[in-house]
T-cell receptor, first 115, second 116 residues
Framework: TQLLEQSPQFLSIQEGENLTVYCNSS?????LQWYRQEPGEGPVLLVT?????EVKKLKRLTFQFGDARKDSSLHITAAQPGDTGLYLC???????????????FGTGTKLQVIP | GAVVSQHPSRVICKSGTSVKIECRSL??????MFWYRQFPKQSLMLMAT?????????EQGVEKDKFLINHASLTLSTLTVTSAHPEDSSFYIC????????????FGPGTRLTVT
């Protein structure tokens, strides 16, 4: 079973600071998604990365996929209070030739941005 | 597009009763739906994968007789928590995939279950 470790688990920063969240796996991802979840709501997809070394930008968020496709990072520039939430990485692993995909979520990073 | 709804959003039930949670894809057909459970301040744990017209595939440690999943149509999957106990209290979230291609899932808003 693929394990996804996220670090840090908790992060409390002041508005305007930069931060990076990491997602690491024991095995290769076929693809990796980053989600943000607010309390009492379902996760919202931020980005999907597929190619090793890929970098995607979404406004102040920069997502990077490791060359070996076993790790990924999310960097937020000039964090805002609205960035507060639980950030989750998730991977899909094809378990057999029939195409069944097992989805595994990372351990999560809870971010609090203080005004 | 790609909206997933869940009903109810919150439910309180007494121990020993059963509760049904619905997951609907509103503007697309979902051949595969997933059910997750999330405890406070923790990540999502996959409970089962539901394919339309076939039996659900349960993750290890999830009791299939306790968590009954039915995926009767391409837009509806239901999770029934049978003989609920306080330890079943949790946040249950479903997600759906569009067709067979692609890895992206779209999540419902979740259902908060409290068993008293």
């Amino acid at each position: 079973t693929q394990l996804l470790e996220q670090s840090p688990q908790f992060l409390s920063i002041q508005e305007g600071e930069n931060l990076t969240v990491y997602c690491n796996s024991s095995s290769v991802f076929s693809s990796l998604q980053w989600y943000r979840q607010e309390p009492g709501e379902g996760p919202v997809l931020l980005v999907t990365v597929v190619t090793g070394g890929e970098v995607k930008k979404l406004k102040r968020l920069t997502f990077q996929f490791g060359d070996a496709r076993k790790d990924s990072s999310l960097h937020i520039t000039a964090a805002q209070p609205g960035d507060t939430g639980l950030y989750l990485c998730a991977s899909h692993q094809i378990l057999h030739s029939g195409g069944y995909q097992k989805v595994t979520f990372g351990t999560g990073t809870k971010l609090q941005v203080i005004p | 597009g790609a909206v997933v709804s869940q009903h109810p959003s919150r439910v309180i039930c007494k121990s020993g009763t059963s509760v049904k949670i619905e997951c609907r894809s509103l503007d697309f057909q979902a051949t595969t739906m997933f059910w997750y459970r999330q405890f406070p301040k923790q990540s999502l744990m996959l409970m089962a994968t539901s394919n339309e017209g076939s039996k659900a595939t349960y993750e290890q440690g999830v009791e299939k007789d306790k968590f009954l999943i039915n995926h009767a149509s391409l837009t509806l999957s239901t999770l029934t928590v049978t003989s609920a106990h306080p330890e079943d209290s949790s946040f249950y979230i479903c997600s759906a995939k569009i067709g067979l291609a692609g890895d992206e899932q779209y999540f419902g808003p979740g259902t908060r279950l409290t068993v008293t």
